[in-house]
């Protein structure tokens, strides 16, 4: 069954510090990585999606790698600020039979980026 | 285009009673999902329908049964709610269950089960 870690389960820095949130999964039979960003009392919204043949994918100021074979993704946050205070959630896509494909989630990261 | 709407947002039950969490979708998506999220605990799949007119177990169904009324919504419902089902309820879509699809989450419903 697959397992997916992420590491710390919160983190406090300065605003302006750059930063990098770990995901490990145990089963490296995935399609794709998805990183999630989750604000307080809301719903997931979707940061970036690594397909399985892909290094990295990058979006402003957000980098995600994917190491497949190693089992390990990281999320990594330049010049970071307060409004990116939230929890940062890692899935992985895995077959789960029967022609479906399923989601796998990490219990996340909680960012506080202190002014 | 409101994505991915969930009603309600807030829920207060007592034990044994019952009710239906709903969940729409205006993007066009094939298939649908329930997951709970629970403190300490990643998200866990409850259902979900790869397309209109199928439905299929997840890792946690026990208790819960859903309806795929039409291609844009998606109910689950608690027949006997328990303490247990305290919990976020998300709903999410994606264009199709593959691979190489995105799903997009729901703002949640937050129940809790007295």
């Known amino acids: 069954k697959q397992e997916v870690t992420q590491i710390p389960a919160a983190l406090s820095v300065p605003e302006g510090e750059n930063l990098v949130l770990n995901c490990s999964f145990t089963?490296?039979?995935?399609?794709?990585l998805q990183w999630f960003r989750q604000d307080p009392g809301k719903g997931l919204t979707s940061l970036l999606l690594i397909q399985s043949s892909q290094r990295e994918q990058t979006s402003g100021r957000l980098n995600a790698s994917l190491d497949k074979s190693s089992g390990r993704s990281t999320l990594y946050i330049a010049a970071s600020q307060p409004g990116d205070s939230a929890t940062y959630l890692c899935?992985?896509?895995?077959?789960?039979?029967?022609?479906?494909?399923?989601?796998?989630f990490g219990k996340g990261t909680k960012l506080s980026v202190i002014p | 285009n409101a994505g991915v709407t969930q009603t309600p947002k807030f829920q207060v039950l007592k034990t044994g009673q019952s009710m239906t969490l709903q969940c729409a979708q205006d993007m066009n998506h094939n298939s649908m999902y329930w997951y709970r999220q629970d403190p300490g605990m990643g998200l866990r799949l409850i259902y979900y329908s790869a397309s209109e007119g199928t439905t299929d177990k997840g890792e946690v169904p026990n208790g819960y049964n859903v309806s795929r009324l039409n291609k844009r919504e998606f109910s689950l419902r608690l027949e006997s709610a328990a303490p247990s089902q305290t919990s976020v309820y998300f709903c999410?879509?994606?264009?199709?269950?593959?691979?190489?699809?995105?799903?997009?989450f729901g703002p949640g419903t937050r129940l809790t089960v007295l």
């Open positions: 089963d490296s039979a995935i399609y794709n």
């Open positions: 999410a879509s994606s264009g199709r269950d593959s691979p190489l699809n995105e799903q997009f």
């Open positions: 899935a992985v896509r895995g077959y789960s039979g029967a022609g479906s494909y399923q989601l796998t």
